[in-house]
């Protein structure tokens, strides 16, 4: 079974968009699909069938203030409004709808990842925690801490998927994957260092001192998880798609062109994912 994975990265997850787009218009399927933060929205449209869809989620919608602003974070407690993500656009009456009917009829496994705030440990959500018009599963996965207040799913505060398993690689191959196309937001030779999260870390650790913990250490486990799949990848067993260069484009950059440009290099870049699956 092959299995793709889309670890997300906020607005740099339209390299992972043009990815799906592509697969889209060459009528590519997956039997496993497993998705962190930007990376779950950017399945979830590619299970819909939207070709298209979530690049203006990218470009257009995160420039409102609806989206992302100062004034959310005064007035919410959150700087992202994720329930106007994927609440008020995504809904069935939204501006652009998720098409939740084809995406409920995929047979496979699209797992969404979130982040215990409590333990610091992944949960892996089945495609059931999606529903009609409720697509909390999104917004706990792409929860960033400290810009974002938790999200509650079934009793539990959830974060970024990220923050505890950025890299899913090993969650693929326990669930019986034998080749794995991973689809990083970041060169693939960029090693990832301490720095902002360190500094996250120390202002969420007074009430969620596990998750403070698992995002203190985070780059760990990237890093681990990226130097995994380049060692399958030496054995023919996986394929990492990775952009070329992200130009100074961070989580949350609302920089238009530079989001095309990456949406254009993970169109490019699907090119080798057709010849690996072929």
């Not at 994957?177 to 937001?185: A, F, G, N």
């Not at 609302?254 to 949406?263: A, F, H, P, R, S």
């Amino acid at each position: 079974m092959t299995g793709i994975i889309d670890v997300g990265g906020g607005l740099r997850g339209a390299f992972g968009t043009g990815i799906f787009d592509r697969c889209l218009e060459e009528n590519i399927n997956f039997e496993y699909l497993i998705g962190v933060s930007a990376g779950a929205a950017n399945i979830a449209s590619y299970l819909g069938g939207q070709k298209g869809r979530n690049l203006t989620f990218y470009t257009e919608y995160s420039l409102r203030p609806e989206y992302m602003s100062f004034s959310n974070l005064l007035h919410n407690g959150s700087y992202l409004d994720l329930s106007y993500v994927y609440g008020v656009l995504s809904n069935s009456d939204g501006e652009d709808p998720l098409n939740y009917e084809k995406m409920a009829k995929f047979k496979g496994s699209f797992l969404t990842v979130a982040t215990d705030a409590l333990t610091g440990k992944a949960i892996y959500f089945t495609k059931d925690a999606y529903r009609p018009d409720d697509y909390r599963v999104l917004m706990a996965s792409c929860c960033l801490p400290v810009a974002c207040r938790p999200v509650i799913m079934n009793g539990v505060p959830c974060f970024d998927g990220g923050v505890a398993d950025p890299v899913p690689v090993r969650k693929a191959l326990s669930d019986g994957c034998d080749k794995i196309i991973l689809i990083l937001t970041r060169p693939v030779d960029e090693i990832r260092v301490p720095g902002v999260d360190k500094r996250a870390a120390a202002f969420l650790r007074r009430k969620y001192p596990a998750a403070a913990v698992a995002l203190e250490s985070r780059y760990q486990r990237y890093n681990v998880g990226v130097e995994i799949a380049r060692f399958l990848e030496k054995e023919g067993r996986a394929l990492i798609l990775s952009p070329d260069n992200c130009d100074g484009l961070k989580t949350l950059t609302k920089d238009t062109e530079k989001i095309t440009n990456l949406y254009k290099n993970g169109y490019k870049k699907a090119e080798k994912l057709l010849e690996f699956i072929r």
